[in-house]
């Protein structure tokens, strides 16, 4: 019987071709394929524009002319003094705080609904017709969001639109040429409402996804020892796909800092009294209008700064109230 070595080796332990220090070629083309290439377009289309934002940022390029100076950090000095852009800062903190707020509330519930707010008896399942729900909920997500603007903009038009004929209709005569988006007190509620409006869809079918995940016998357990619908929401739909809801949080902070389509589409000025400016609108108007893009750049900076402070803050909240711990284990 043969005794080498090579011959009592089995299917999974021969001698393998093409590794050199156990490396071998499909190891690299896959680390090359799946991490080099979108490493290096992250490093080209986010890190090195950044990096430039932050150069520019130092100086007072107007950017219409090759020339420029290095200013240091008048700029962010300057910054911080301007009360247009402290303004802008406090509107998207607001949006940044209520819009996720709202829309993931609206979104939960009634993906709850849809997926397990059925009838109490025999399977667990959600309302009738939920399938047609979760078609016509995703409508508004698929129009572009500077379409959203303009068509809200026309509905709520003092002279011609729909909520003030509506409203007029019913024999509301105060609202006859109400102006929705001109009056300080109104502005920002219903740019908020438009936003909400227009993401309460997807974010709904996102929540429906991880609501699916969770095993049905759960739920039955609970129905089994008498608690009700909204105690199983509270109890064990929300803390179950808590993960989904920080994620979704994440993002919508995040749009809800820029927020510049649907505001530039609604109030291209920045609403009475700049009571919609957000930060984004600031930096084009500055740069585009005004021509200082070394400033517009100093915006730039400082709305990433704000970007990460919000995600590092939903972050410490969600580990501080009992998210993932260091190790990835609840």
Do not use: H
């Not at 402290?86 to 705080?97: K, L, P, R």
């Not at 009838?119 to 129009?143: D, M, N, T, W």
């Not at 709305?303 to 993932?324: C, E, K």
Request: charged share 10%; with cysteine.
């Amino acid at each position: 019987m043969p005794t080498d070595e090579g011959s009592l080796a089995g299917p999974g332990n021969g001698p393998r071709k093409g590794r050199a220090g156990g490396v071998s070629f499909d190891s690299v083309s896959f680390f090359v394929v799946c991490l080099g290439i979108p490493l290096a377009l992250f490093l080209v289309f986010v890190i090195w524009p950044f990096i430039q934002a932050v150069f520019y940022a130092l100086t007072n390029w107007s950017g219409f002319t090759a020339d420029f100076d290095i200013i240091g950090l008048s700029n962010f000095t300057t910054l911080v003094q301007d009360p247009r852009f402290v303004n802008a800062v406090g509107n998207s903190v607001m949006f940044g705080i209520f819009i996720p707020l709202i829309t993931i509330a609206i979104s939960l519930a009634f993906a709850i609904l849809i997926t397990v707010g059925g009838s109490g008896k025999g399977q667990v399942r959600g309302v009738r017709g939920s399938g047609f729900y979760r078609v016509v909920s995703l409508f508004p997500y698929v129009i572009p969001g500077i379409a959203v603007g303009i068509m809200w903009r026309l509905i709520l038009d003092p002279s011609n639109g729909l909520v003030n004929g509506v409203l007029t209709g019913l024999g509301l005569d105060k609202f006859e040429s109400f102006a929705w988006l001109g009056n300080v007190g109104t502005a920002m509620p219903v740019t908020m409402f438009v936003v909400v409006w227009g993401f309460v869809g997807f974010y709904m079918l996102l929540f429906i996804a991880a609501i699916k995940s969770v095993p049905s016998e759960i739920y039955e357990a609970a129905r089994i020892d008498g608690a009700g619908r909204w105690r199983t929401s509270w109890s064990i739909t929300v803390p179950l796909i808590r993960d989904n809801v920080q994620t979704a949080y994440i993002y919508l902070g995040i749009i809800a800092l820029d927020l510049f389509v649907y505001v530039q589409a609604l109030n291209p000025t920045g609403g009475p009294d700049n009571s919609t400016l957000v930060m984004s609108q600031q930096l084009f108007r500055t740069a585009f209008t005004e021509g200082k893009f070394g400033y517009a750049s100093a915006m730039g900076v400082a709305m990433a700064i704000v970007t990460l402070v919000f995600a590092a803050l939903v972050f410490t909240v969600n580990r501080l109230t009992g998210g993932r711990d260091e190790g990835g284990r609840r």
